[in-house]
């Protein structure tokens, strides 16, 4: 399957600074890319859709300030958790589409994020 | 709006048995696709099988089979000959069938195969 690189896989930042996940796809052209967090032992929490070239789409309840999302190319879209806090530590998910008939996900392997 | 359940939050089984995890779903499309994911414990979601709701044929993979329901929203995944290595978080998810559209996802199931 298809490869999606999602870095760092874990960051550990102090409060009030801001951290950048990117996530790339490695072999295909991603239009759209999804932003998923994930509480320890709880489900995927859809955050955002991005699509390449247009601003992002975010989730009812989620703070398009606190989590810019940037879909600059068709391989990388970057999620920039800004002035974090330590209710923001948890793990966070990308996951990336191709173009119209691919009806499968590709998810980078996460990336552990931790506020102190 | 779409929504994915799984009643079982957590299932064990013993090695080589045979299991079968529960996912309902609610929508009003007719088109979409339905997945399972297995999360190990080093968290990377990794595509287990795929359903499209137009096929009526259950999709199977290895030893891995769906039976999916469309009239019921209904979509088990049975897991035969289960190795150690299933061992793992379960999720069932929802995508419509439409270009770019996100994937939805059920609480999971936390599937413990026993030696």
């Known amino acids: 399957g298809a490869v999606v690189s999602q870095h760092p896989s874990w960051v550990i930042c102090k409060s009030g600074t801001s951290v950048k996940i990117e996530c790339r796809s490695l072999?295909?052209?991603?239009?759209?890319m999804f932003w998923y967090r994930q509480f320890p032992k709880q489900s995927l929490m859809l955050m955002a859709t991005?699509?390449?070239?247009?601003?992002?789409?975010?989730e009812q309840g989620v703070e398009k300030d606190k989590f810019l999302i940037n879909h600059a190319s068709l391989t990388l879209s970057t999620l920039t958790v800004t002035s974090a806090h330590p209710e923001d530590s948890s793990f966070y998910i990308c996951?990336?589409?191709?173009?119209?008939?691919?009806?499968?996900?590709?998810f980078g392997q996460g990336t552990r994020l931790t506020v102190v | 709006a779409q929504t994915v359940t799984q009643s079982q939050p957590e299932m064990s089984v013993q090695e080589a048995e045979t299991v079968t995890l529960s996912c309902t779903y609610d929508?009003?499309?007719?088109?979409?696709?339905l997945f399972w994911y297995k999360q190990p414990p080093s968290r990377q979601m990794i595509l287990v099988i795929r359903?499209?709701?137009?096929?009526?044929q259950n999709a199977t993979e290895n030893r891995f089979s769906v039976n999916f329901q469309k009239a019921a929203k209904s979509f088990s995944l049975k897991i035969s000959d289960s190795q150690l290595g299933d061992t793992a978080m379960y999720f069932c998810?929802?995508?419509?069938?439409?270009?770019?559209?996100?994937?939805?996802f059920g609480a999971g199931t936390r599937l413990t195969v026993k030696p």
């Open positions: 998810a929802f995508m419509k069938h439409s270009r770019n559209n996100d994937m939805r």
């Open positions: 072999d295909f052209q991603a239009t759209t």
């Open positions: 929508t009003s499309e007719n088109n979409y696709y």
């Open positions: 991005s699509n390449e070239g247009s601003k992002a789409t975010y």
């Open positions: 996951s990336a589409r191709g173009g119209q008939g691919v009806t499968e996900a590709f």
């Open positions: 359903q499209e709701a137009y096929k009526q």
